[in-house]
């Protein structure tokens, strides 16, 4: 089992809707968790952070955490063409900050 | 301030050539990693260095790989003998060593091996 799952896609939502994207995790004790936007052709690029189970909002983008049910997810609102990406999720390893697991990331698509 | 960067952003080799890709951190940042990325795939962990040593370099691919980090700043990483199977965009990011912090990724050298 990947230490981080996310469903490859590709998701498609016309613009103006609401994109959810959802990513598991396998270590219960990990404490961080990334959401990373990559353009075709560029690196990866730091969209939230979010620590604490909850919601945590940033614009039109909100990350909801769920540590007992081990997963992460990124709600993108009011979705944009400018949106259409891969978006990548990240997770501390347990008990180590320094260390980071991706997957493989879910591809967005937003159709004007 | 200034981000991570990379250089050569573009590197194409004849196989069986050696290769230095390099990593220049955001200043203060003390832990640096570098990932692969294959075309259409998730990254690939290589190696990370906290200061100048490497505590985990589980990721690097065979002996042919091999990095240094000196004066706790920039970063090399070197292919030798290369193959085709090692083309791919190679990333480097920093943050701030512990902690709950982000890492910030470079724009990428894309590695082509002829």
């Not at chain 1, 089992?1 to 994207?21: D, F, R, T, W």
Request: aromatic share 12%; glycine share 10%.
């Amino acid at each position: 089992q990947k230490e981080v799952e996310q469903n490859s896609g590709p998701l498609s939502v016309p613009e103006g809707a609401i994109a959810s994207l959802n990513c598991t995790y396998s270590d219960r004790v990990s404490q961080s968790f990334f959401w990373y936007r990559q353009y075709s052709g560029k690196s990866p690029e730091l969209i939230m952070s979010i620590y604490s189970n909850g919601d945590k909002e940033d614009g039109r983008f909100t990350a909801q955490l769920n540590k007992a049910s081990q997963y992460v997810s990124l709600l993108i609102r009011d979705s944009q063409p400018s949106d259409s990406a891969t978006y990548l999720c990240a997770v501390n390893e347990a008990n180590n900050f320094n260390k980071f697991y991706f997957g493989s990331g879910t591809k967005l698509n937003v159709k004007p | 301030g200034a981000g991570v960067s990379q250089s050569p952003s573009n590197k194409v080799t004849e196989k069986g050539k050696d290769v230095e890709l390099r990593c220049d951190p955001i200043s203060g940042h003390t832990a640096l990693y570098w990932y692969r990325q294959s075309l259409g795939q998730g990254l690939e962990f290589l190696i990370y260095f906290q200061g100048n040593s490497a505590p985990d370099k589980s990721g690097l691919p065979s002996d042919r790989f091999s990095a240094e980090r000196t004066g706790g700043s920039v970063s090399t990483l070197t292919i030798q003998r290369t193959q085709q199977e090692d083309s791919a965009v190679y990333l480097c990011a920093s943050r701030f060593a512990g902690g709950a912090y982000e890492q910030y990724f470079g724009p990428g050298t894309r590695l082509t091996v002829t």
